[in-house]
């Protein structure tokens, strides 16, 4: 079936901290890997996207890899703000759903 | 101009009452959901309509019966609730269902159950 793995948090870091949230995944077929993100108080964002094997998804400075060989799709951000803080989802798209971890949660400070 | 839209945006009311939840998308999209989040934050989603029909109906309670009267609107009635009922639950759309791994999220309606 399909499932996906990221790592437990809450990740704590201090401002212009280099972020890592690892994440991997389980799928037939040829799935669309995404990250969200929830801001307090708030539905869940795209946050960026990557469609198939070796595309790197990119915006507002973060980035992830679609790594087929691995099945991950680790998101990184080389200096974090305290208005990153959030809370992250890894989430596969196969056929009709997306299919989401657990959640991250990011705390930056000042 | 609110892309995706719920209402309420905190619901209180006591077990065994009778509740709903509207939604509203104005994007135009052809897809429509209906997730539950509990305290963990962990997301499950529990329906999803393509233009008024029903795609995913996941192992949910038939107490939660989802209304879409256009393909702009997908509502969530739910009947006799419960304790654990008590979550969050976010409406989302999609412009299809080819497309469904770009969502768009309402900002949650948070269903307290006393």
């Known amino acids: 079936g399909n499932s996906v793995t990221q790592m437990e948090g809450p990740v704590t870091l201090s401002e212009e901290a280099f972020l890592t949230i690892n994440c991997t995944y389980t799928a037939t077929g040829y799935p669309s890997l995404f990250w969200y993100v929830q801001y307090p108080g708030e539905g869940l964002q795209l946050l960026l996207k990557a469609t198939k094997a070796d595309d790197k998804g990119s915006n507002k400075g973060f980035e992830a890899t679609y790594r087929k060989e691995t099945t991950s799709f680790h998101l990184e951000k080389g200096s974090v703000q305290v208005s990153d803080s959030a809370v992250y989802f890894c989430?596969?798209?196969?056929?009709?759903?997306?299919?989401f971890g657990t959640g991250t949660r990011l705390q930056v400070f000042p | 101009d609110t892309a995706v839209s719920q209402t309420p945006k905190y619901l209180v009311t006591q077990m065994g009452n009778d509740k709903s939840i509207k939604c509203e998308q104005n994007l135009g999209h052809d897809t429509m959901y209906w997730y539950k989040q509990d305290s963990k934050k962990f997301l499950k989603i529990m329906f999803s309509y393509n233009n008024k029909e029903l795609i995913i109906n996941e192992t949910v309670p038939n107490r939660f019966s989802p209304k879409s009267p256009d393909k702009a609107h997908l509502n969530l009635h739910i009947n006799s609730l419960e304790l654990g009922d008590s979550a969050v639950y976010f409406c989302?759309?999609?412009?299809?269902?080819?497309?469904?791994?770009?969502?768009?999220f309402g900002p949650g309606t948070r269903l307290t159950v006393t």
């Open positions: 989302a759309s999609s412009q299809d269902l080819v497309g469904g791994g770009e969502q768009y």
């Open positions: 989430a596969l798209h196969n056929t009709d759903k997306l299919i």
